[in-house]
Each structure stands twice: as structure tokens, then as C-alpha cells.
């Protein structure tokens, strides 16, 4: 007889962060760069961007706005709450790198 099974991971921690950015362009070059961060972990990519890290997962979902402008919802869900920070202090730390490399600092 074959059993199926439904196994759902439930995570305890939740962290989310909304990021506006100006334009496609910058957009881009951010995601291209989670994407290199990130390359050793499986990740998945269709209508968001999902990367899954040892402890837990993270997801960016990219939102049109208008004048160009895209919203970018993060989402993390991890297993202790220092996981969760490091996560989005990591993906943090890569764009504000991003911002002060387009405005030539």
C-alpha cells in the first residue's frame, strides 16, 4: 500500500522588509547580486526569487509601482531569530553596497 505523505515545515521565526527601489536597472543588478551571494544554496526562481539556507528561506517578490519605481518584498522564515537577522542584514548590506557603487562613492 503507498502512503503518501504531507510533510509542512513550519518555521518559527518571520522577518519581512519592503525595499523601494528607483528603477529596472538597479533592480537588476540587486537581484543578479542576492543571485551570486547566494549561488551555493538552492534557489528557485519563477514569478519570485526563493533561496533556501540551512536554517530556513528567504523570498524576493518584486511589486510594479509607478515612474518606474518597483517595490521589493522580502520575506524570511528561519528556525531562530539570529538566523533571520543575519539574513536581512546580509541582503541589506548588499544594497546599500549596490546604492553607494551607482552613485560613485
Excluded: A
Amino acid at each position: 500500500m503507498n502512503k503518501e505523505r504531507l510533510c509542512i515545515k513550519i518555521y518559527p521565526y518571520n522577518l519581512e522588509k519592503d525595499i523601494l527601489i528607483d528603477n529596472l536597472l538597479i533592480y537588476s543588478k540587486y537581484v543578479n547580486w542576492v543571485k551570486g551571494d547566494f549561488d551555493l544554496y538552492f534557489m528557485t526562481e519563477s514569478f519570485s526569487l526563493k533561496i533556501y539556507f540551512p536554517n530556513g528561506w528567504f523570498e524576493m517578490v518584486s511589486l510594479n509601482l509607478e515612474n518606474n519605481q518597483i517595490l521589493l518584498k522580502i520575506v524570511i522564515n528561519g528556525n531562530t531569530s539570529i538566523s533571520c537577522k543575519k539574513i536581512l542584514e546580509r541582503l541589506i548590506s548588499i544594497y546599500i553596497h549596490l546604492i553607494k557603487i551607482e552613485e560613485g562613492l
